[in-house]
Protein backbone atom coordinates (compact mmCIF):
# COMPACT_ATOMS: atom_id res chain seq x y z
CA UNK A 1 0.00 0.00 0.00
CA UNK A 2 2.75 1.85 0.70
CA UNK A 3 4.85 1.27 -2.16
CA UNK A 4 1.35 2.14 -4.16
CA UNK A 5 1.03 5.74 -2.55
CA UNK A 6 4.86 6.60 -3.61
CA UNK A 7 4.09 5.22 -7.01
CA UNK A 8 0.97 7.61 -7.79
CA UNK A 9 2.74 10.69 -6.51
CA UNK A 10 6.11 9.92 -8.34
CA UNK A 11 3.50 9.72 -11.13
CA UNK A 12 1.14 12.90 -10.16
CA UNK A 13 4.86 14.53 -10.14
CA UNK A 14 5.68 13.31 -13.62
CA UNK A 15 2.32 14.36 -14.97
CA UNK A 16 2.95 17.93 -13.50
CA UNK A 17 6.08 18.14 -14.90
CA UNK A 18 4.98 17.06 -18.23
CA UNK A 19 2.39 19.58 -18.22
CA UNK A 20 4.26 22.55 -17.38
CA UNK A 21 6.08 22.34 -20.13
CA UNK A 22 3.95 21.84 -22.88
CA UNK A 23 1.75 24.31 -21.19
CA UNK A 24 4.81 27.04 -21.12
CA UNK A 25 4.04 29.79 -23.07
CA UNK A 26 7.82 31.29 -22.88
CA UNK A 27 9.96 28.34 -24.04
CA UNK A 28 13.37 29.37 -22.48
CA UNK A 29 15.41 28.97 -25.95
CA UNK A 30 14.24 27.95 -29.62
CA UNK A 31 15.75 28.21 -32.96
CA UNK A 32 17.34 30.52 -35.00
CA UNK A 33 17.56 30.25 -39.00
CA UNK A 34 20.22 31.81 -40.79
CA UNK A 35 19.41 31.89 -44.34
CA UNK A 36 21.86 33.20 -47.13
CA UNK A 37 20.63 34.55 -50.23
CA UNK A 38 23.73 34.38 -52.72
CA UNK A 39 22.99 37.61 -55.09
CA UNK A 40 24.35 39.87 -57.58
CA UNK A 41 22.73 43.14 -55.93
CA UNK A 42 19.22 42.04 -55.81
CA UNK A 43 19.50 39.15 -58.34
CA UNK A 44 19.74 35.79 -57.50
CA UNK A 45 23.13 33.97 -58.32
CA UNK A 46 22.44 30.70 -60.78
CA UNK A 47 25.62 29.03 -61.35
CA UNK A 48 26.77 28.09 -64.73
CA UNK A 49 29.17 26.88 -66.77
CA UNK A 50 31.64 29.07 -69.35
CA UNK A 51 28.97 29.41 -72.00
CA UNK A 52 25.87 29.04 -69.68
CA UNK A 53 23.29 31.08 -70.66
CA UNK A 54 21.41 30.82 -67.59
CA UNK A 55 23.96 31.83 -65.13
CA UNK A 56 23.59 35.46 -63.50
CA UNK A 57 25.85 37.78 -65.62
CA UNK A 58 27.10 40.61 -63.63
CA UNK A 59 28.66 43.67 -64.30
CA UNK A 60 31.85 45.30 -62.21
CA UNK A 61 32.51 48.75 -61.56
CA UNK A 62 35.16 48.65 -64.25
CA UNK A 63 32.90 46.96 -66.86
CA UNK A 64 33.72 43.54 -66.48
CA UNK A 65 30.95 41.20 -67.25
CA UNK A 66 31.46 37.78 -65.21
CA UNK A 67 29.42 35.18 -63.59
CA UNK A 68 30.09 32.36 -61.06
CA UNK A 69 30.27 28.28 -61.32
CA UNK A 70 31.20 28.19 -57.93
CA UNK A 71 30.57 29.90 -55.17
CA UNK A 72 31.48 28.93 -51.46
CA UNK A 73 32.13 30.61 -47.78
CA UNK A 74 32.87 29.40 -44.61
CA UNK A 75 30.49 31.15 -41.79
CA UNK A 76 31.63 30.67 -38.23
CA UNK A 77 31.91 31.93 -34.62
CA UNK A 78 28.26 33.28 -34.76
CA UNK A 79 27.22 35.71 -32.02
CA UNK A 80 23.96 37.10 -31.54
CA UNK A 81 23.75 40.32 -29.35
CA UNK A 82 20.46 41.65 -27.14
CA UNK A 83 19.51 44.69 -27.11
CA UNK A 84 21.04 44.98 -23.74
CA UNK A 85 24.35 44.52 -25.36
CA UNK A 86 24.78 40.75 -24.28
CA UNK A 87 26.69 38.35 -26.37
CA UNK A 88 24.60 35.15 -27.04
CA UNK A 89 27.86 32.98 -28.39
CA UNK A 90 27.11 29.64 -30.94
CA UNK A 91 29.39 27.26 -30.38
CA UNK A 92 31.85 29.56 -31.49
CA UNK A 93 34.73 27.35 -30.41
CA UNK A 94 33.98 24.28 -32.25
CA UNK A 95 33.69 24.25 -35.55
CA UNK A 96 31.57 20.40 -35.87
CA UNK A 97 28.46 22.44 -34.15
CA UNK A 98 29.48 26.22 -34.65
CA UNK A 99 30.32 26.41 -38.61
CA UNK A 100 29.45 25.75 -41.96
CA UNK A 101 30.13 25.76 -45.52
CA UNK A 102 27.60 27.71 -47.59
CA UNK A 103 27.87 26.30 -51.05
CA UNK A 104 25.09 27.48 -53.47
CA UNK A 105 25.44 24.28 -55.06
CA UNK A 106 24.03 22.54 -52.10
CA UNK A 107 20.63 24.42 -51.86
CA UNK A 108 20.76 22.48 -48.26
CA UNK A 109 23.59 24.64 -46.80
CA UNK A 110 21.84 28.15 -47.76
CA UNK A 111 19.84 27.73 -44.49
CA UNK A 112 21.99 27.15 -41.29
CA UNK A 113 19.72 26.05 -37.86
CA UNK A 114 21.24 26.98 -34.83
CA UNK A 115 19.59 25.51 -32.39
CA UNK A 116 18.67 25.96 -28.24
CA UNK A 117 19.31 30.47 -28.68
CA UNK A 118 18.12 31.65 -25.68
CA UNK A 119 14.37 33.27 -25.62
CA UNK A 120 14.99 36.96 -25.85
CA UNK A 121 15.40 40.30 -27.95
CA UNK A 122 18.26 40.38 -30.44
CA UNK A 123 19.01 43.41 -32.44
CA UNK A 124 22.29 42.48 -33.76
CA UNK A 125 24.27 39.76 -34.91
CA UNK A 126 28.17 38.83 -35.73
CA UNK A 127 29.41 36.06 -37.71
CA UNK A 128 32.91 35.78 -39.04
CA UNK A 129 33.45 34.92 -42.72
CA UNK A 130 36.53 32.37 -42.68
CA UNK A 131 37.96 30.42 -39.80
CA UNK A 132 39.58 32.59 -36.54
CA UNK A 133 43.16 31.92 -36.74
CA UNK A 134 43.42 30.18 -33.01
CA UNK A 135 40.91 27.09 -35.09
CA UNK A 136 42.64 27.61 -38.20
CA UNK A 137 44.45 24.67 -38.41
CA UNK A 138 42.82 21.74 -40.16
CA UNK A 139 42.49 19.94 -36.49
CA UNK A 140 40.54 16.50 -38.09
CA UNK A 141 40.95 15.16 -34.38
CA UNK A 142 39.12 18.25 -32.51
CA UNK A 143 36.70 18.56 -35.46
CA UNK A 144 35.86 15.88 -37.26
CA UNK A 145 32.74 16.65 -38.88
CA UNK A 146 33.44 20.01 -39.94
CA UNK A 147 36.97 19.08 -41.35
CA UNK A 148 35.18 16.43 -43.81
CA UNK A 149 32.53 18.72 -44.94
CA UNK A 150 34.80 21.35 -45.55
CA UNK A 151 37.36 18.42 -47.59
CA UNK A 152 34.61 16.52 -49.14
CA UNK A 153 36.10 16.39 -53.10
CA UNK A 154 32.71 18.67 -54.09
CA UNK A 155 33.59 21.11 -51.75
CA UNK A 156 37.41 21.57 -51.61
CA UNK A 157 37.76 24.02 -48.63
CA UNK A 158 41.08 22.66 -47.05
CA UNK A 159 43.84 24.89 -47.97
CA UNK A 160 46.77 21.93 -47.29
CA UNK A 161 49.96 23.87 -47.83
CA UNK A 162 48.67 26.76 -45.23
CA UNK A 163 47.24 23.70 -43.34
CA UNK A 164 43.98 26.15 -42.63
CA UNK A 165 41.03 26.17 -44.31
CA UNK A 166 40.06 27.96 -47.57
CA UNK A 167 37.67 30.89 -46.62
CA UNK A 168 36.00 31.22 -50.08
CA UNK A 169 35.91 29.60 -53.11
CA UNK A 170 34.89 31.31 -56.26
CA UNK A 171 35.42 30.12 -59.59
CA UNK A 172 34.18 31.50 -62.83
CA UNK A 173 34.37 33.39 -66.07
CA UNK A 174 34.59 37.22 -66.86
CA UNK A 175 35.02 38.86 -70.15
CA UNK A 176 32.97 38.63 -73.35
CA UNK A 177 35.46 35.80 -73.92
CA UNK A 178 34.51 33.76 -70.73
CA UNK A 179 38.43 33.95 -69.23
CA UNK A 180 38.50 31.67 -66.43
CA UNK A 181 38.47 33.28 -62.81
CA UNK A 182 39.71 32.06 -59.70
CA UNK A 183 39.50 33.20 -56.28
CA UNK A 184 40.85 31.18 -53.12
CA UNK A 185 41.35 33.18 -49.94
CA UNK A 186 42.44 32.08 -47.07
CA UNK A 187 45.13 33.02 -43.87
CA UNK A 188 48.57 32.39 -43.79
CA UNK A 189 49.41 33.70 -40.63
CA UNK A 190 52.09 31.82 -38.44
CA UNK A 191 51.75 32.82 -34.03
CA UNK A 192 49.50 33.92 -31.77
CA UNK A 193 47.20 36.76 -32.62
CA UNK A 194 48.73 40.15 -31.69
CA UNK A 195 51.91 38.74 -32.24
CA UNK A 196 51.91 37.16 -35.84
CA UNK A 197 55.14 36.60 -36.78
CA UNK A 198 54.24 35.86 -40.69
CA UNK A 199 51.51 35.95 -43.36
CA UNK A 200 47.97 37.57 -43.64
CA UNK A 201 45.27 37.22 -41.58
CA UNK A 202 41.96 36.80 -44.02
CA UNK A 203 39.45 36.28 -41.68
CA UNK A 204 36.94 38.68 -41.44
CA UNK A 205 34.46 39.35 -38.39
CA UNK A 206 31.15 40.90 -39.74
CA UNK A 207 28.45 42.83 -37.40
CA UNK A 208 25.54 43.74 -39.05
CA UNK A 209 22.53 45.92 -37.05
CA UNK A 210 19.24 43.16 -37.63
CA UNK A 211 16.34 45.77 -39.33
CA UNK A 212 13.91 44.38 -37.29
CA UNK A 213 14.49 43.17 -33.49
CA UNK A 214 14.28 39.72 -33.51
CA UNK A 215 12.43 37.45 -30.95
CA UNK A 216 13.38 34.39 -30.03
CA UNK A 217 10.92 32.26 -27.99
CA UNK A 218 7.53 31.05 -28.84
CA UNK A 219 8.71 31.67 -32.68
CA UNK A 220 11.86 30.69 -34.15
CA UNK A 221 12.72 33.19 -36.33
CA UNK A 222 14.81 33.41 -39.60
CA UNK A 223 17.14 36.49 -40.72
CA UNK A 224 17.38 36.71 -44.33
CA UNK A 225 21.49 37.05 -45.06
CA UNK A 226 22.42 38.55 -48.60
CA UNK A 227 25.98 38.00 -49.37
CA UNK A 228 26.14 40.28 -52.55
CA UNK A 229 28.98 39.14 -54.70
CA UNK A 230 28.44 42.80 -56.49
CA UNK A 231 31.02 43.43 -53.89
CA UNK A 232 33.92 40.78 -54.97
CA UNK A 233 35.48 43.16 -57.83
CA UNK A 234 33.21 46.45 -56.81
CA UNK A 235 33.49 47.14 -53.15
CA UNK A 236 33.38 49.74 -50.71
CA UNK A 237 37.65 49.05 -50.49
CA UNK A 238 38.72 48.33 -54.12
CA UNK A 239 37.27 48.69 -57.85
CA UNK A 240 39.43 45.79 -59.09
CA UNK A 241 40.17 45.05 -62.85
CA UNK A 242 40.73 41.26 -63.56
CA UNK A 243 43.64 40.77 -65.63
CA UNK A 244 45.40 37.47 -67.12
CA UNK A 245 48.75 39.16 -67.93
CA UNK A 246 51.72 38.40 -65.57
CA UNK A 247 50.78 42.02 -64.19
CA UNK A 248 51.03 40.77 -60.76
CA UNK A 249 50.14 44.39 -59.39
CA UNK A 250 46.40 44.21 -60.80
CA UNK A 251 45.54 41.34 -59.48
CA UNK A 252 46.17 38.01 -59.46
CA UNK A 253 44.12 35.75 -62.21
CA UNK A 254 43.31 33.27 -62.76
CA UNK A 255 44.21 31.98 -59.45
CA UNK A 256 44.38 33.75 -56.36
CA UNK A 257 46.74 31.71 -54.87
CA UNK A 258 49.58 33.98 -56.50
CA UNK A 259 47.29 36.84 -54.79
CA UNK A 260 49.78 39.54 -54.01
CA UNK A 261 46.62 41.12 -54.02
CA UNK A 262 43.95 38.35 -52.37
CA UNK A 263 43.10 40.69 -49.42
CA UNK A 264 41.72 42.87 -52.21
CA UNK A 265 39.00 41.03 -52.85
CA UNK A 266 39.15 39.62 -48.83
CA UNK A 267 38.08 43.31 -47.95
CA UNK A 268 35.64 43.82 -50.60
CA UNK A 269 34.08 41.26 -49.54
CA UNK A 270 34.47 40.74 -45.77
CA UNK A 271 35.23 44.45 -45.25
CA UNK A 272 38.45 46.06 -44.22
CA UNK A 273 38.45 45.40 -40.41
CA UNK A 274 38.29 49.44 -39.21
CA UNK A 275 35.40 51.54 -41.01
CA UNK A 276 33.88 48.74 -43.20
CA UNK A 277 32.06 45.60 -40.92
CA UNK A 278 30.36 44.17 -43.60
CA UNK A 279 31.66 43.71 -46.93
CA UNK A 280 29.29 42.26 -49.09
CA UNK A 281 26.91 40.75 -46.04
CA UNK A 282 23.31 42.65 -45.20
CA UNK A 283 20.30 41.61 -43.23
CA UNK A 284 17.32 41.70 -45.81
CA UNK A 285 14.28 40.96 -43.26
CA UNK A 286 13.72 38.86 -40.14
CA UNK A 287 10.85 36.95 -40.19
CA UNK A 288 9.72 36.20 -36.87
CA UNK B 1 28.59 -23.81 -4.90
CA UNK B 2 30.15 -22.09 -2.13
CA UNK B 3 33.81 -22.43 -4.07
CA UNK B 4 32.32 -20.72 -7.31
CA UNK B 5 31.00 -17.93 -5.44
CA UNK B 6 34.03 -17.36 -3.89
CA UNK B 7 36.06 -17.71 -6.99
CA UNK B 8 33.78 -15.24 -8.59
CA UNK B 9 34.33 -13.01 -5.22
CA UNK B 10 37.81 -13.11 -5.81
CA UNK B 11 37.88 -12.63 -9.15
CA UNK B 12 35.66 -9.40 -8.83
CA UNK B 13 37.63 -8.72 -5.84
CA UNK B 14 40.56 -8.27 -8.10
CA UNK B 15 38.87 -6.64 -11.01
CA UNK B 16 38.44 -4.29 -8.40
CA UNK B 17 42.10 -3.96 -7.12
CA UNK B 18 43.60 -3.45 -11.04
CA UNK B 19 41.24 -0.87 -12.14
CA UNK B 20 41.61 0.85 -8.66
CA UNK B 21 45.32 1.17 -8.18
CA UNK B 22 46.76 1.01 -11.57
CA UNK B 23 50.22 1.77 -10.85
CA UNK B 24 51.46 3.99 -13.56
CA UNK B 25 54.01 2.66 -15.66
CA UNK B 26 57.01 4.29 -16.25
CA UNK B 27 58.90 4.70 -19.57
CA UNK B 28 62.38 5.29 -19.84
CA UNK B 29 63.23 7.49 -22.66
CA UNK B 30 66.67 9.35 -22.70
CA UNK B 31 66.90 12.46 -24.39
CA UNK B 32 69.61 12.50 -27.78
CA UNK B 33 72.36 14.77 -26.97
CA UNK B 34 72.74 16.48 -30.76
CA UNK B 35 75.83 16.58 -31.62
CA UNK B 36 76.01 20.60 -32.90
CA UNK B 37 79.19 21.47 -35.32
CA UNK B 38 81.16 24.02 -34.33
CA UNK B 39 79.81 27.57 -35.75
CA UNK B 40 76.76 26.61 -36.94
CA UNK B 41 73.48 28.85 -36.30
CA UNK B 42 71.88 28.35 -33.22
CA UNK B 43 69.00 25.97 -32.69
CA UNK B 44 65.05 26.78 -34.46
CA UNK B 45 63.53 27.37 -30.78
CA UNK B 46 61.11 24.75 -31.11
CA UNK B 47 64.17 22.01 -30.50
CA UNK B 48 63.69 22.52 -26.76
CA UNK B 49 60.05 22.06 -26.86
CA UNK B 50 60.65 18.77 -28.85
CA UNK B 51 64.07 17.23 -27.89
CA UNK B 52 64.90 13.73 -29.70
CA UNK B 53 64.60 11.14 -27.75
CA UNK B 54 65.38 7.45 -28.15
CA UNK B 55 62.34 6.02 -28.55
CA UNK B 56 60.87 9.66 -30.39
CA UNK B 57 63.97 9.34 -32.88
CA UNK B 58 63.12 5.69 -33.50
CA UNK B 59 59.27 6.07 -34.05
CA UNK B 60 60.05 9.15 -36.00
CA UNK B 61 62.41 7.29 -38.50
CA UNK B 62 60.01 4.49 -38.97
CA UNK B 63 57.30 6.61 -39.75
CA UNK B 64 59.11 8.37 -42.22
CA UNK B 65 59.51 5.28 -43.89
CA UNK B 66 55.95 3.82 -43.32
CA UNK B 67 54.19 4.08 -46.47
CA UNK B 68 51.35 3.74 -44.33
CA UNK B 69 50.88 7.73 -44.39
CA UNK B 70 49.60 7.80 -47.78
CA UNK B 71 46.31 7.53 -48.65
CA UNK B 72 46.75 3.77 -51.04
CA UNK B 73 50.14 2.58 -49.06
CA UNK B 74 52.10 3.64 -52.34
CA UNK B 75 54.42 6.66 -50.92
CA UNK B 76 56.35 7.61 -47.44
CA UNK B 77 57.98 10.43 -46.33
CA UNK B 78 61.47 8.29 -47.90
CA UNK B 79 59.94 8.17 -51.32
CA UNK B 80 60.75 11.85 -51.84
CA UNK B 81 63.29 12.51 -49.64
CA UNK B 82 65.98 9.73 -50.38
CA UNK B 83 69.07 9.20 -48.04
CA UNK B 84 71.65 9.22 -51.36
CA UNK B 85 70.15 11.99 -51.94
CA UNK B 86 70.87 14.11 -49.24
CA UNK B 87 66.75 13.49 -48.13
CA UNK B 88 65.29 15.05 -51.68
CA UNK B 89 65.01 13.20 -55.05
CA UNK B 90 65.93 13.72 -58.58
CA UNK B 91 62.65 14.44 -59.59
CA UNK B 92 62.10 18.52 -60.86
CA UNK B 93 58.55 18.34 -58.59
CA UNK B 94 57.23 15.92 -56.12
CA UNK B 95 55.44 12.89 -57.53
CA UNK B 96 52.37 11.52 -54.68
CA UNK B 97 50.30 8.97 -54.96
CA UNK B 98 49.15 7.77 -58.16
CA UNK B 99 52.00 9.43 -60.33
CA UNK B 100 50.43 13.36 -58.94
CA UNK B 101 52.92 15.64 -59.86
CA UNK B 102 53.28 18.52 -57.16
CA UNK B 103 54.02 22.40 -57.25
CA UNK B 104 57.87 22.25 -56.56
CA UNK B 105 60.98 20.45 -56.46
CA UNK B 106 61.41 17.98 -52.95
CA UNK B 107 64.03 19.88 -51.19
CA UNK B 108 66.54 18.13 -49.03
CA UNK B 109 66.10 17.22 -45.17
CA UNK B 110 69.21 18.08 -43.96
CA UNK B 111 70.25 20.51 -40.86
CA UNK B 112 66.41 21.25 -40.21
CA UNK B 113 67.70 21.95 -36.19
CA UNK B 114 69.35 24.59 -37.68
CA UNK B 115 66.56 26.58 -39.61
CA UNK B 116 63.95 29.03 -38.87
CA UNK B 117 61.81 28.61 -42.49
CA UNK B 118 61.47 25.87 -43.99
CA UNK B 119 60.03 25.15 -47.93
CA UNK B 120 60.79 27.47 -50.42
CA UNK B 121 58.81 29.69 -49.54
CA UNK B 122 59.04 29.47 -45.60
CA UNK B 123 55.21 28.75 -45.19
CA UNK B 124 55.93 26.66 -42.10
CA UNK B 125 58.28 28.34 -38.93
CA UNK B 126 58.07 24.93 -36.93
CA UNK B 127 59.02 21.89 -38.04
CA UNK B 128 56.35 19.86 -36.03
CA UNK B 129 53.71 21.97 -38.33
CA UNK B 130 55.13 20.10 -41.92
CA UNK B 131 54.62 16.39 -41.64
CA UNK B 132 50.01 16.86 -42.06
CA UNK B 133 51.23 18.86 -44.85
CA UNK B 134 52.46 15.68 -47.35
CA UNK B 135 49.97 13.22 -45.48
CA UNK B 136 46.79 15.95 -46.62
CA UNK B 137 47.87 17.21 -49.99
CA UNK B 138 45.93 15.60 -53.06
CA UNK B 139 49.01 15.50 -54.95
CA UNK B 140 51.40 14.30 -52.22
CA UNK B 141 49.83 11.54 -49.99
CA UNK B 142 46.15 12.24 -50.18
CA UNK B 143 45.41 11.05 -46.80
CA UNK B 144 44.14 12.71 -43.58
CA UNK B 145 45.47 12.02 -40.06
CA UNK B 146 42.46 10.02 -38.87
CA UNK B 147 43.26 7.72 -41.58
CA UNK B 148 46.87 7.37 -40.65
CA UNK B 149 46.22 6.87 -37.16
CA UNK B 150 43.51 4.38 -37.96
CA UNK B 151 46.32 2.29 -39.97
CA UNK B 152 48.85 2.62 -37.25
CA UNK B 153 46.46 1.51 -34.23
CA UNK B 154 46.18 -1.88 -35.93
CA UNK B 155 49.54 -2.62 -35.29
CA UNK B 156 50.80 -3.57 -31.82
CA UNK B 157 54.30 -2.37 -32.38
CA UNK B 158 53.41 1.15 -32.98
CA UNK B 159 51.53 1.26 -30.00
CA UNK B 160 54.15 0.04 -27.82
CA UNK B 161 56.62 2.64 -29.40
CA UNK B 162 54.63 5.73 -29.52
CA UNK B 163 53.83 4.67 -25.64
CA UNK B 164 57.54 4.25 -25.03
CA UNK B 165 57.90 7.78 -27.03
CA UNK B 166 55.51 9.77 -25.65
CA UNK B 167 55.00 8.76 -22.00
CA UNK B 168 52.14 5.59 -22.32
CA UNK B 169 50.04 8.37 -24.47
CA UNK B 170 49.43 6.10 -27.14
CA UNK B 171 49.21 6.90 -31.09
CA UNK B 172 48.56 10.51 -31.16
CA UNK B 173 48.54 13.03 -34.08
CA UNK B 174 50.75 15.08 -31.91
CA UNK B 175 53.18 11.86 -31.40
CA UNK B 176 53.04 11.76 -35.52
CA UNK B 177 54.20 15.22 -35.45
CA UNK B 178 56.56 15.23 -33.23
CA UNK B 179 58.13 12.04 -33.50
CA UNK B 180 58.77 12.80 -37.17
CA UNK B 181 60.37 16.13 -36.32
CA UNK B 182 62.08 14.55 -34.14
CA UNK B 183 64.28 11.92 -36.66
CA UNK B 184 64.37 15.01 -38.95
CA UNK B 185 66.66 17.37 -35.46
CA UNK B 186 68.96 14.42 -36.09
CA UNK B 187 69.87 14.31 -39.94
CA UNK B 188 72.31 16.82 -39.06
CA UNK B 189 75.11 16.92 -42.15
CA UNK B 190 78.51 18.43 -41.12
CA UNK B 191 81.19 15.83 -42.25
CA UNK B 192 81.87 16.84 -45.45
CA UNK B 193 86.18 17.70 -47.13
CA UNK B 194 84.50 21.15 -46.60
CA UNK B 195 84.22 20.75 -42.68
CA UNK B 196 87.73 18.47 -42.67
CA UNK B 197 89.40 21.12 -44.06
CA UNK B 198 87.82 24.14 -42.19
CA UNK B 199 88.51 21.72 -38.97
CA UNK B 200 92.23 21.00 -39.75
CA UNK B 201 91.50 17.39 -40.05
CA UNK B 202 94.14 16.08 -42.29
CA UNK B 203 92.33 17.08 -45.19
CA UNK B 204 93.30 20.08 -47.41
CA UNK B 205 91.29 21.57 -50.89
CA UNK B 206 92.85 20.47 -54.29
CA UNK B 207 93.93 23.58 -55.97
CA UNK B 208 90.77 23.82 -57.86
CA UNK B 209 88.41 23.41 -55.13
CA UNK B 210 90.72 26.38 -53.74
CA UNK B 211 90.28 28.76 -56.28
CA UNK B 212 86.47 27.53 -56.06
CA UNK B 213 86.28 28.27 -52.89
CA UNK B 214 88.10 31.83 -53.62
CA UNK B 215 85.43 32.41 -56.43
CA UNK B 216 82.27 31.55 -54.00
CA UNK B 217 83.92 34.06 -51.22
CA UNK B 218 83.96 36.32 -53.96
CA UNK B 219 80.50 36.01 -55.88
CA UNK B 220 78.23 33.62 -53.84
CA UNK B 221 78.79 33.88 -50.22
CA UNK B 222 76.21 37.47 -49.90
CA UNK B 223 73.40 34.87 -49.89
CA UNK B 224 75.11 31.06 -49.26
CA UNK B 225 76.08 32.85 -45.95
CA UNK B 226 76.94 31.09 -42.98
CA UNK B 227 77.19 26.92 -42.28
CA UNK B 228 74.62 26.25 -43.84
CA UNK B 229 75.13 27.97 -46.85
CA UNK B 230 72.30 30.06 -46.86
CA UNK B 231 71.51 32.79 -45.33
CA UNK B 232 67.54 31.53 -45.22
CA UNK B 233 66.53 34.95 -46.73
CA UNK B 234 64.16 35.28 -49.61
CA UNK B 235 64.80 36.29 -52.89
CA UNK B 236 64.20 36.50 -56.63
CA UNK B 237 66.99 35.90 -58.86
CA UNK B 238 65.19 35.59 -61.99
CA UNK B 239 65.27 32.00 -62.48
CA UNK B 240 62.49 31.12 -65.23
CA UNK B 241 58.84 31.03 -63.87
CA UNK B 242 56.73 28.22 -63.09
CA UNK B 243 54.06 28.29 -65.43
CA UNK B 244 51.67 26.87 -62.71
CA UNK B 245 49.51 29.41 -61.38
CA UNK B 246 50.19 28.59 -57.89
CA UNK B 247 52.85 29.64 -58.15
CA UNK B 248 53.74 32.61 -56.14
CA UNK B 249 56.71 32.14 -54.07
CA UNK B 250 56.80 34.03 -50.81
CA UNK B 251 54.36 36.14 -51.79
CA UNK B 252 51.41 33.46 -51.21
CA UNK B 253 52.62 33.91 -47.54
CA UNK B 254 52.92 36.99 -47.08
CA UNK B 255 50.97 38.85 -49.58
CA UNK B 256 53.11 41.33 -50.34
CA UNK B 257 54.35 42.32 -53.74
CA UNK B 258 57.63 42.40 -53.26
CA UNK B 259 58.06 38.89 -52.37
CA UNK B 260 56.51 37.76 -55.96
CA UNK B 261 58.77 34.77 -56.93
CA UNK B 262 60.83 34.84 -53.75
CA UNK B 263 61.98 31.56 -52.49
CA UNK B 264 64.21 30.76 -49.75
CA UNK B 265 67.81 30.47 -50.72
CA UNK B 266 68.81 27.04 -50.37
CA UNK B 267 71.46 25.62 -48.49
CA UNK B 268 74.44 24.02 -50.81
CA UNK B 269 75.34 21.31 -49.01
CA UNK B 270 75.23 18.12 -50.46
CA UNK B 271 74.05 19.63 -53.92
CA UNK B 272 76.33 17.35 -55.88
CA UNK B 273 73.32 14.92 -55.23
CA UNK B 274 70.44 17.19 -55.14
CA UNK B 275 69.69 17.47 -58.92
CA UNK B 276 67.87 19.10 -60.70
CA UNK B 277 67.49 22.45 -59.51
CA UNK B 278 65.80 25.37 -58.54
CA UNK B 279 62.34 25.59 -57.22
CA UNK B 280 60.88 23.33 -59.71
CA UNK B 281 63.69 21.43 -61.27
CA UNK B 282 64.86 24.12 -63.67
CA UNK B 283 68.35 23.26 -63.91
CA UNK B 284 69.39 19.49 -64.84
CA UNK B 285 73.14 20.13 -63.78
CA UNK B 286 75.37 22.79 -62.00
CA UNK B 287 76.92 23.60 -64.91
CA UNK B 288 73.61 24.62 -66.45
CA UNK B 289 72.72 26.82 -63.55
CA UNK B 290 76.01 28.47 -63.61
CA UNK B 291 75.61 29.12 -67.23
CA UNK B 292 72.37 30.73 -66.72
CA UNK B 293 73.68 32.78 -63.70
CA UNK B 294 76.59 34.02 -65.96
CA UNK B 295 74.26 34.67 -69.17
CA UNK B 296 71.69 36.43 -67.27
CA UNK B 297 68.50 36.03 -65.45
CA UNK B 298 64.88 37.34 -66.13
CA UNK B 299 64.51 40.84 -64.93
CA UNK B 300 61.85 42.09 -62.55
CA UNK B 301 61.15 45.03 -60.55
CA UNK B 302 62.17 43.06 -57.06
CA UNK B 303 64.49 40.99 -58.86
CA UNK B 304 67.65 41.01 -56.19
CA UNK B 305 70.05 44.03 -55.55
CA UNK B 306 73.11 42.30 -56.24
CA UNK B 307 71.91 41.16 -59.73
CA UNK B 308 70.69 44.42 -60.86
CA UNK B 309 73.74 46.11 -60.15
CA UNK B 310 75.69 43.43 -62.12
CA UNK B 311 73.85 43.76 -65.47
CA UNK B 312 71.16 40.97 -63.97
CA UNK B 313 73.79 38.17 -63.94
CA UNK B 314 76.80 36.73 -61.96
CA UNK B 315 79.84 36.66 -64.44
CA UNK B 316 81.89 33.83 -64.18
CA UNK B 317 84.37 32.78 -66.63
CA UNK B 318 84.27 28.61 -67.74
CA UNK B 319 87.28 28.41 -65.23
CA UNK B 320 85.60 29.77 -62.92
CA UNK B 321 82.33 27.37 -63.69
CA UNK B 322 84.34 24.30 -62.88
CA UNK B 323 86.79 25.64 -59.93
CA UNK B 324 83.22 26.58 -58.32
CA UNK B 325 81.49 23.35 -59.24
CA UNK B 326 84.88 21.78 -57.62
CA UNK B 327 84.36 23.39 -54.25
CA UNK B 328 80.55 22.81 -54.53
CA UNK B 329 81.27 18.85 -54.49
CA UNK B 330 83.86 19.46 -51.34
CA UNK B 331 80.17 20.01 -49.55
CA UNK B 332 79.23 16.25 -50.13
CA UNK B 333 79.10 14.42 -46.86
CA UNK B 334 79.21 10.99 -47.76
CA UNK B 335 78.79 9.87 -44.13
CA UNK B 336 75.56 11.77 -44.08
CA UNK B 337 74.45 10.07 -47.85
CA UNK B 338 75.03 7.27 -46.48
CA UNK B 339 78.15 5.89 -48.98
CA UNK B 340 80.09 5.20 -45.95
CA UNK B 341 79.73 3.20 -42.98
Known amino acids: ?288 | MKKLIRSIAFILLFIGCSTDDTEPITYKNPELALDIPVDFPELNSSVYNNMPTQYGVELGEKLFFDRQLSADNTISCSSCHIQESAFADHNPKGIGIEGRIGLRNAPPVQNMAFMQFYNWDGNKLQLEDQPLVPIITHEEMDSSILEVIGKLETDPSYIELFNKAFEGEGITADGIYNSIAQYEYTLISSNSKYDKVKRNEGETFTTSEAQGYAVFQDKCISCHSTELFTDQSFRNIGFPINPDPEEGGRTRITGLVEDYMRFRVPSLRNIEYTAPYGSFGQFATLEDLLDYLDNGVLEADNLDPILKDNNNRIPLTAQEKIDLIAFMKTLSDVEFLGFED
Open chain 1, 1 to 288: MKNLKKYILSAAVVVAFMSCSSDDNNPVANNVTLEFNNTFGDTPIVLGDATSNAATKNTSDAGQIHHFEEVKYVISNIRLIKADGTEIPYHVNDLDNGATVVDQSKPETLSYVMSDIPAGDYTEIKFGLGVRSDLNTLDQISFPTFYENAGANDTQMHWEWGTGYRFTKLEGFYDTDNKQLSFHSGSTVEGEEGAYTQGVDAYRDITIVLPTTTTVGNSAPTINIKADFDYFLSGESHTVTLVSTEDITNNATPSAHTATEMMKFVENIGGNGTTDHTGMFSVTSVEN
